[in-house]
C-alpha cells in the first residue's frame, strides 16, 4: 500500500510534504541574464503552497530561486513553508568564515532566522576540506542557524564516512527514478542502517517521462533543449538509449490508463514508495509551466502490486547508470546539462600543497602532527614514482569512519588518492597497495572497500595483520603509483 499521507516527518522540527517542489529551473530561465520578477515569482510559488505542496527545493546557484523564495515566505508562507536550499562551495580549501558567511547569504535571501535543511555537495573527496565543511556546518546547527543539516549527491561510501564520522544528517538527496536505479542497491541499505531519507530528483528526467515523448522520435542533443532536458538525454542515452527508453514510456502509458493517471505520476510514484525515499522533487518552471493539479494528485494515489512487478519487470531491458550516486559529478561520464563540468566549476584544486626538494623529489605533507613528529611525508614523488606512507584515517586530530572499517578504508584511500592528485597522478595508476588491519575479523569488509575502489585498477596488493599504533586505527595503507609519461 502507497503512502499517501500529505505530511511526513524528516526530523523531531521538520516535517514536509513528500512531494516537493524543486527551483533549479529558475536558473535556466534566467540564462539570459535577466532575472526574474520576484514578486510575481513568489505568487507563482503561492500556488503551490496554496495546493498544499508547502515545500520548497533550492539551492545557492539556482540564480535567484533563494531570493523568490524569501519573498514568499515573508508574504505567504510565513512559519507554513518548508525551504530547503544547498550551500556548493567552490572547489579546494575553504576556511571556517567562509562557511558562516555562506550559510548567513543564504538566511538574508531567505529572509529567515533559521535554515529549515542544509544540504552540502562536496566535489572532490580526496580533498579533505568537505568534511571541514560538515563538521563547521554542524557547529552552525549547533548554533541554531541550521535546523536540519542534509546532503546533495554523495555516494554511499562517503555518506558512511559522514554519519561515522560523528555528522548528523537526516538526507541526502540524488538523482533517482526509473532510468537511474544507482540508490536503490547499497545506498538504500545505508539510508535505512542510519535512519537517513533520500530526496529523490529527476523522477520525470526533465519532462521526457511524460506524454509529450511517447512514440516521438528522438530529440537532438543541443542548446534548443532546457537544460533539464539536455541533462536527462543523457541519462537516456547511458541507460541504452531511445529505443529502450520507448519501450519503458510504452509500459508506463499502460499503467497511466489503468489507473487513470499521468505517466509523471505513475514514475514518481514508483520512486516515492522505495524504501528510505522521503521525498520526490518535481521541478516548476515558474510563471511558465505548472503541473500543481498532477503534483496534488501524487500524493493520493496507490500503485498496487501488480502495476510495480511490471514496472520492475521493464526496467530490466535498461542498462544500469555508471557508478554510484552523485558520480556524474565527479567522473565520467559527465551526465550534467553539457556533458562536462564546464558549467559548475572551471578547475579543480590540488588538494594539498608540495614542496620541493634538491635531490629532484617532490614531497606532500597532508597536515597531520604525525608526519612533523616522525620526520616524514605523506607521499612522494621522483621521477615517475609515487610513493605514499603508511595511512591512517585521520585528518588533522579528528578520526574518520569512526569504528566502522569499510568508512575508515574508504577515507584511508582518500586521502592516499589526495597524495597523488598533488604529485601529479591519479588513483588509476597505483600499481602497489599494502594493508595492515588490526582485527582479523575485519578483513573481508575492508577487503571489499579496497575492491570498490580498485577493481578497475586491480593493484598488487597485500593485506597483513599487525599491531597497529593507536587503538582507534582498524588499517593503515600505503601504495605506490607509477606516473604514465606523456
Known amino acids: 500500500m502507497a503512502n499517501s499521507d500529505p505530511i511526513r516527518t524528516l526530523s523531531a522540527n521538520l516535517k514536509m510534504s513528500p512531494v516537493l517542489t524543486g527551483l533549479w529551473q529558475v536558473a535556466d530561465l534566467e540564462r539570459d541574464g535577466k532575472l526574474l520578477n520576484a514578486e510575481n515569482a513568489a505568487l507563482e510559488m503561492k500556488k503551490y503552497f496554496d495546493a498544499g505542496l508547502t515545500t520548497f527545493d533550492m539551492a545557492d546557484h539556482y540564480g535567484s530561486a533563494e531570493d523568490i523564495a524569501g519573498v514568499f515566505k515573508t508574504k505567504y508562507g510565513r512559519n507554513k513553508t518548508q525551504l530547503f536550499t544547498k550551500w556548493v562551495p567552490t572547489p579546494g580549501a575553504v576556511k571556517k568564515k567562509q562557511v558562516r558567511e555562506a550559510v548567513q547569504k543564504s538566511l538574508t535571501r531567505l529572509q529567515s532566522e533559521q535554515i529549515d535543511l542544509l544540504q552540502f555537495h562536496a566535489w572532490n573527496y580526496a580533498d579533505p576540506s568537505w568534511l571541514d565543511c560538515l563538521y563547521w556546518l554542524q557547529e552552525l546547527k549547533d548554533e541554531g542557524l541550521i535546523a536540519n543539516l542534509g546532503l546533495t549527491n554523495f555516494d554511499t561510501a562517503h555518506l558512511l564516512m559522514a554519519v561515522t564520522s560523528g555528522i548528523k544528517v537526516i538526507t541526502n538527496q540524488v538523482c533517482y527514478s526509473l532510468l537511474d536505479q544507482r540508490a536503490s542497491h547499497q545506498m538504500t541499505k545505508v539510508c535505512l542502517a542510519h535512519n537517513i531519507k533520500l530526496l529523490a530528483f529527476g523522477t520525470v528526467a526533465g519532462g521526457f517521462l511524460t506524454e509529450k515523448w511517447l512514440d516521438k522520435p528522438e530529440p537532438v542533443l543541443n542548446s534548443s533543449l532546457t537544460w533539464s532536458q539536455m541533462k536527462y538525454k543523457r541519462f537516456i542515452d547511458a541507460a541504452g538509449g531511445w529505443h529502450k527508453f520507448q519501450h519503458v514510456l510504452r509500459i508506463l502509458s499502460e499503467l497511466s490508463i489503468k489507473n487513470n493517471t499521468s505517466i509523471a505520476n505513475i514514475a514518481s510514484r514508483y520512486i516515492l514508495d522505495q524504501p528510505a525515499v522521503g521525498g520526490v522533487i518535481i521541478g516548476a518552471r515558474l510563471g511558465k509551466s505548472e503541473h500543481i493539479d498532477g503534483n496534488k494528485k501524487l500524493l493520493s494515489l496507490t500503485l498496487d502490486k501488480e502495476s510495480k512487478d511490471y514496472i520492475k519487470q521493464s526496467l530490466l531491458t535498461l542498462n544500469d547508470i555508471p557508478g554510484d550516486c552523485g558520480d556524474e559529478y565527479r567522473k565520467p561520464p559527465f551526465l550534467t546539462a553539457s556533458g562536462d563540468l564546464s558549467h559548475h566549476v572551471e578547475t579543480i584544486p590540488l588538494p594539498y600543497p608540495t614542496q620541493q626538494g634538491t635531490d629532484g623529489r617532490t614531497k606532500v605533507l597532508s597536515g597531520t602532527t604525525w608526519e612533523g613528529l616522525a620526520g616524514y611525508s605523506r607521499a612522494v614523488r621522483k621521477g615517475d614514482r609515487i610513493l605514499v606512507s603508511g595511512t591512517t584515517a585521520t585528518h588533522g586530530s579528528r578520526l574518520i569512519g569512526g569504528n566502522d572499517p569499510a568508512a575508515q578504508t ?65 588499517l593503515e595503507m600505503e601504495a605506490e603509483a607509477i606516473i604514465a609519461t606523456k
Open 410 to 474: 574508504h577515507f584511508v584511500i582518500d586521502k592516499i588518492e589526495g597524495a597523488i592528485q598533488s604529485l601529479g597522478g591519479t588513483l588509476q595508476e597505483v600499481v602497489r597497495t599494502r594493508i595492515y588491519i588490526k582485527n582479523l575479523s575485519d578483513w573481508e569488509i575492508i577487503a571489499r572497500a579496497h575492491g570498490e575502489r580498485f577493481k578497475d585498477i586491480q593493484p598488487v596488493n597485500t593485506m597483513i595483520k599487525a599491531e597497529l599504533i593507536g587503538e582507534e586505527y582498524l
